[in-house]
């Protein structure tokens, strides 16, 4: 009987090694600091590609920062190459920088930009690919926009602000710490016009921490609403109806900057692109719990996008 259970699970093993794979991978460096995984479908010659762009902070290829892993970005990407379309994603300059212990200080908003440049012109230049897609997450949103124009075949906003962000902000400590919305409103303000400060609440040093101000003076610069105007390729706008940082008014501020954009809010879906049932107590934990699934809407909705 021992014999015969051994048996069995060599057969099982060896079944599952026998499948075949929907893709390949192969891992590129773009330039200095981009790394990233490539996945290339099996099924198709010439596939669209989908180059994803991570959020804010230290977030790496498969959608991890710090302490936190979910996996939604790659998950996102093996679930899309699974339906055919190669896909493309890279750690944030910073993610080598920290890992290098070589962070620079002087690193701006634009920095990512072009990264995502370089990335999405490393693809155009090897013409392997039938079209080319951008798929920005919250940050990366905003920095996809600023690519995608007159360069990219279509772009998708996945939990992107429609706001500046230093409105998003205010938005938001309005939520959380309303008794520091004065401060936060006159430091925005600083921010907005170009000027640093060191008169900044202590329990915000997080967000205003003087040297970060430049970064954010350059991130502000940037309106989502007026920059996604300028698209004249199909342009999809997607939001979760549970995430926690970038609330559907922000998806539907971008409708509105674009009339011929689609809209697609998914119920339940949170930020980190998992669907929750619960609270904000199971919305919280999910940014730590790499066993979810992504939302099966998400990739379908994606995927019917891409390929229509």
């Not at 379309?85 to 920088?97: L, S």
């Not at 409105?167 to 936060?184: G, L, R, S, Y």
């Amino acid at each position: 009987m021992k014999y015969y259970f051994i048996l069995v699970l060599c057969l099982i093993s060896t079944l599952g090694f026998c499948q075949d794979k929907t893709y390949n991978e192969e891992e590129l460096s773009i330039s200095k600091w981009i790394d990233g995984t490539l996945l290339i479908p099996t099924t198709t010659d010439k596939p669209d590609l989908a180059i994803i762009i991570a959020g804010s902070g230290p977030t790496n290829r498969n959608g991890n920062q710090n302490f936190l892993k979910n996996n939604s970005l790659k998950k996102l990407a093996e679930g899309l190459t699974n339906n055919g379309i190669a896909t493309f994603r890279y750690d944030k300059r910073i993610v080598k920088q920290i890992r290098e212990n070589n962070v620079d200080k002087n690193m701006m908003f634009d920095d990512f930009v072009s990264d995502a440049s370089a990335v999405l012109d490393y693809f155009k230049e090897k013409g392997t690919y039938n079209k080319i897609y951008i798929i920005g997450h919250s940050q990366g949103s905003l920095v996809g926009m600023l690519i995608a124009k007159d360069k990219a075949d279509g772009f998708i906003s996945l939990a992107g602000a429609g706001n500046n962000i230093g409105d998003v902000i205010i938005e938001q400590v309005a939520k959380t710490a309303p008794m520091f919305n004065k401060e936060t409103e006159r430091v925005i303000a600083s921010l907005k016009e170009g000027k640093t400060t060191t008169d900044y609440p202590i329990a915000l040093a997080s967000i205003f921490n003087i040297d970060l101000q430049p970064f954010m003076i350059n991130w502000i610069s940037h309106n989502p609403s007026e920059i996604i105007k300028e698209l004249k390729m199909p342009v999809l706008i997607i939001n979760g109806t549970k995430d926690l940082q970038v609330s559907v008014d922000e998806a539907k501020v971008l409708k509105e900057a674009n009339e011929k954009a689609e809209i697609l809010l998914i119920e339940n879906m949170n930020h980190v692109l998992f669907e929750i049932e619960g609270g904000d107590l199971e919305n919280s934990k999910s940014y730590n719990e790499s066993f979810r699934a992504i939302s099966p809407k998400l990739l379908t909705s994606i995927t019917a996008f891409m390929k229509s």
